[in-house]
């Protein structure tokens, strides 16, 4: 089958690069000024040439934002299934050579947790696991989505990636949107970042978003972890995958996330430093030069930034996460993927949206229309 | 007034609900439009009735009737089972069919869409589809029994008025439903010019939703509207070009 790598075996990491760095700030202009903004032009928008217009872009993007979406923040919480994982990831609290005790929710647990989630007011939920495929296999997430799907108007996943059936298998438990973050394109640096485990091929991950939209899976998200690598050279790879894959699979939505390597127990410290700053002109770069994406903020960012990005061009949030199994109810010790930083309430989170002038969805979706 | 199926409308300015920033302000912006048909899309609402619905606890005046549309779906199947869902869920028999498989540009399937039109009336639905300003698929609708016909002014959206103005015209012009024109109208003078064309309706969401002052932008809707309206009925004099020639062309018949 032809997929991404395709197009990926043909780019170059350090000539990308380079000619992001090379921008100047009349590419910028130029950029900001296009009505159909080019991959070039989302160069130069994230390049460092962009940095003084980024009074600028957060105006645009709040526009074009407003315009597709509407005054709405649309809200979702991560519910983590199983710690278990066989992958060593430098980066990761769920990495296998961390020696702490695991936990895969049982059925009766599962239930116990969405009970909980529903109390605090939510209809969308993202089911996450690590990559365990002798206890979290196909047949597991089968049965979790049958326990769930009758609570929840939207279901979505963050999972180890899955064979083209596998997925094809989950569309009628009520699948609708995956979740699957390449991590880094360079594919080097990937190398050492996932020495062992299913995890370390990289080429399969990296068709992974082809085979969801053979499956023909509603919505997928896309990202980088931002730390790894030069975020600039990531976030390119990343939109020359969404320009691919929206022309391939023209029925599937995309979401983008941009999550900052956070702080977990025996972490890694971050490579490459992304400021606030600069994490806000990505997030604007990423609306001018696509107007559909759904750009979504998890609690890994802080009280402060999460209050203002609201109006900048993000279109979904989570609140009141935890990022460990059983962590609302169950088990509330277990091991955790990372520590969160905005441990505000849905509640207060919601509240917040309001005052801003934002209505805070719970429900966009329905599983009548699939 | 104008009829659609069997219900007779006073005002022809019909109102989506999404994109407000918050539902008071939906609810008040829509009644100040004077609006009487408001759609509400099936995902944004609770279906089961299992919870009190805010969205739909908003559209409760009198006047309002509700439009269900389908939008999400992406097939003739998805579409019809969802309508048989909004009409159990929400009593009506009436569905605003929404069948865009592509999520970026949300244009509409002409070919699923005259499928799943002819099954919802055949089950005996009041059907209002969203089109591409298309005369002939206006026909072909037509032909299976549609209520009436959405075509889109520009992308759903975007803002950008009448940029299918050659074909509303063709398809307004031979139509024997109403024509509702449903997309990109931006401003209260591309609803005027809709009118003048002589569109039976039109449906406006997204300049009403995401203007500064939703309900003041209502109002200018609301009366936009109408002076379109009547300006179609009074006749718009004709366009003729100032001068005429110096030497006239027929002189010599006078000769």
């Known amino acids: 089958m032809s997929s991404f790598k395709e197009v990926y075996d043909k780019m170059d990491w350090e000539e990308s690069k380079a000619s992001i760095y090379s921008k100047t700030s009349k590419d910028v202009e130029r950029a900001i000024a296009a009505n159909h903004r080019t991959l070039e032009d989302f160069k130069a928008l994230i390049s460092p040439a962009a940095a003084p217009y980024l009074e600028q872009l957060a105006w645009v993007s709040q526009q074009l934002t407003l315009q597709r979406f509407g005054k709405v923040i649309q809200l979702y919480i991560p519910l983590y299934l199983s710690n278990e994982c066989n992958n060593i990831c430098t980066y990761c609290g769920f990495s296998y050579d961390n020696k702490v005790k695991r936990k895969t929710l049982s059925g009766i647990e599962i239930m116990q947790e969405v009970q909980h989630l529903k109390q605090m007011g939510y209809d969308h939920v993202l089911l996450v696991t690590g990559e365990a495929n002798h206890t979290v296999h196909v047949d597991y997430l089968k049965k979790a989505l049958e326990l769930i799907r009758p609570h929840f108007a939207h279901v979505s996943m963050e999972v180890q990636p899955l064979d083209l059936l596998d997925y094809k298998e989950l569309v009628p438990y009520g699948l609708h949107t995956v979740l699957v973050y390449q991590e880094t394109y360079q594919r080097e640096a990937y190398q050492i970042h996932h020495p062992k485990g299913k995890k370390s091929n990289f080429v399969y991950r990296l068709e992974t978003p082809d085979r969801l939209g053979q499956a023909g899976i509603h919505k997928m998200g896309l990202g980088v972890l931002i730390g790894l690598e030069d975020w600039r050279t990531d976030s390119f790879f990343t939109a020359v995958h969404l320009d691919y894959l929206e022309k391939k699979y023209w029925q599937s939505k995309y979401s983008l996330s941009f999550p900052r390597l956070r702080p977990f127990s025996g972490g890694l410290e971050p490579k490459v430093e992304m400021s606030d700053r600069e994490l806000v002109q990505l997030i604007c770069a990423y609306r001018l030069w696509n107007q559909e994406a759904e750009l979504s903020i998890s609690t890994r960012e802080s009280e402060v930034f999460r209050n203002n990005i609201i109006k900048l061009g993000i279109t979904s949030m989570s609140a009141g996460s935890k990022t460990n199994p059983g962590g609302y109810t169950v088990e509330q010790e277990s091991l955790e993927q990372f520590e969160i930083s905005d441990e505000r309430s849905p509640k207060v989170i919601a509240e917040i949206i309001s005052a801003q002038g934002y209505e805070p969805v719970w429900k966009d979706w329905d599983q009548h229309l699939m | ?255």
């Open chain 2, 1 to 255: 007034m104008l009829q659609i199926g069997d219900k007779f409308f006073g005002s022809r300015l019909f109102t989506g609900t999404g994109k407000f920033s918050s539902a008071e302000l939906m609810e008040e912006a829509l009644i100040a439009s004077g609006s009487e048909l408001v759609t509400v899309a099936l995902r944004r609402v609770q279906l089961d009735g299992s919870e009190q619905d805010d969205l739909l606890g908003r559209l409760s005046a009198p006047q309002f009737n509700l439009l269900p549309n389908t939008s999400g779906v992406r097939n003739a199947k998805e579409a019809v089972f969802a309508a048989q869902m909004a009409r159990e869920a929400l009593e009506t028999n009436w569905i605003k069919l929404e069948i865009h498989p592509d999520p970026k540009y949300l244009m509409p399937d002409p070919i699923e869409t005259l499928k799943a039109t002819e099954e919802l009336v055949r089950l005996g639905f009041t059907v209002l589809p969203y089109i591409h300003a298309d005369p002939v698929l206006c026909k072909r609708l037509e032909e299976v029994g549609t209520a009436a016909v959405m075509p889109l002014g520009s992308p759903i959206g975007s803002n950008k008025g009448l940029k299918t103005v050659d074909f509303l015209e063709i398809i307004i012009s031979q139509s024997r439903v109403p024509v509702i024109i449903d997309a990109g109208i931006g401003s209260p003078s591309d609803a005027a010019y809709a009118m003048e064309i002589g569109a039976d309706a039109v449906l406006v969401n997204t300049a009403i939703a995401v203007s500064e002052n939703p309900v003041q932008m209502a109002v200018a809707f609301k009366l936009a509207v109408q002076a379109g309206r009547m300006a179609y009925l009074a006749k718009l004099a004709p366009i003729v070009n100032r001068a005429a020639a110096s030497s006239p062309l027929t002189l010599f018949l006078d000769e």
